[in-house]
């Protein structure tokens, strides 16, 4: 089995893209051929047997990247697996429980009839763009929660579930 897997991401300081890099690494551990790309810039999803999309969660939003890929590739989605990730909570919450998705993203999960969604925890630092992210940062609330670990036994998962499908069948 080597399925092709587009792992796509929304983000604004870096580690949703850092994220997607980690999943994509765990794929190709298990065998599957896997790459990462920015989700505004991903143009055809035909080429791929399945599709992970990352999107950075601010003030309650899922990434408009990710938001906008979702309804972009819509109807390509349909014919393939698709699993969502969200990156953001800046505390140790994502470890402790299940985060339900945020609106724009449970819209998207909807859409894309997705296999999941998770949310890890996310990672702001000195640094980071945008007003809100400099004051949480200066407040001293900011830091990195990701789960490294988690994420990788996430991704070992889809390969797992990706292994026993075999391709998609193009319609």
């Given at each position: 089995?080597?399925?092709?897997?587009?792992?796509?991401?929304?983000?604004?300081?870096g580690?949703?893209?850092?994220?997607?890099?980690?999943?994509?690494?765990?794929?190709?551990?298990?065998?599957?051929r896997?790459?990462?790309?920015?989700?505004?810039?991903?143009?055809?999803?035909?080429?791929?047997?399945?599709?992970?999309?990352?999107?950075?969660?601010?003030?309650?939003?899922?990434?408009?990247?990710?938001?906008?890929?979702a309804?972009?590739?819509?109807?390509?989605?349909?014919?393939?697996?698709?699993?969502?990730?969200?990156?953001?909570?800046?505390?140790?919450?994502?470890?402790?429980?299940?985060?339900?998705?945020?609106?724009?993203?449970?819209?998207?999960?909807?859409?894309?009839?997705?296999?999941?969604?998770?949310?890890?925890?996310?990672?702001?630092?000195?640094?980071?763009?945008?007003?809100?992210?400099?004051?949480?940062?200066?407040?001293?609330?900011?830091?990195?929660?990701?789960?490294?670990?988690?994420?990788?036994?996430?991704?070992?998962?889809?390969?797992?579930?990706?292994?026993?499908?075999?391709?998609?069948?193009?319609?």
């Open positions: 089995m080597n399925a092709r897997v587009l792992v796509a991401y929304g983000t604004k300081n580690s949703t893209a850092e994220i997607a890099d980690v999943i994509a690494d765990a794929l190709k551990e298990a065998g599957l896997s790459e990462t790309r920015p989700a505004a810039a991903a143009r055809d999803v035909t080429e791929y047997d399945a599709v992970v999309l990352g999107g950075a969660l601010y003030a309650g939003r899922w990434h408009r990247d990710a938001v906008r890929f309804r972009r590739h819509e109807h390509s989605l349909a014919e393939r697996p698709v699993w969502l990730f969200s990156s953001g909570p800046l505390d140790a919450s994502a470890g402790e429980r299940d985060i339900p998705p945020v609106p724009s993203a449970a819209r998207a999960a909807t859409l894309l009839d997705a296999r999941e969604h998770v949310t890890f925890g996310g990672r702001l630092e000195e640094g980071a763009r945008g007003f809100i992210a400099r004051m949480i940062v200066k407040q001293g609330r900011g830091g990195d929660f990701r789960d490294m670990e988690r994420i990788r036994a996430w991704a070992r998962g889809i390969a797992k579930e990706i292994s026993k499908a075999g391709p998609a069948s193009p319609t």
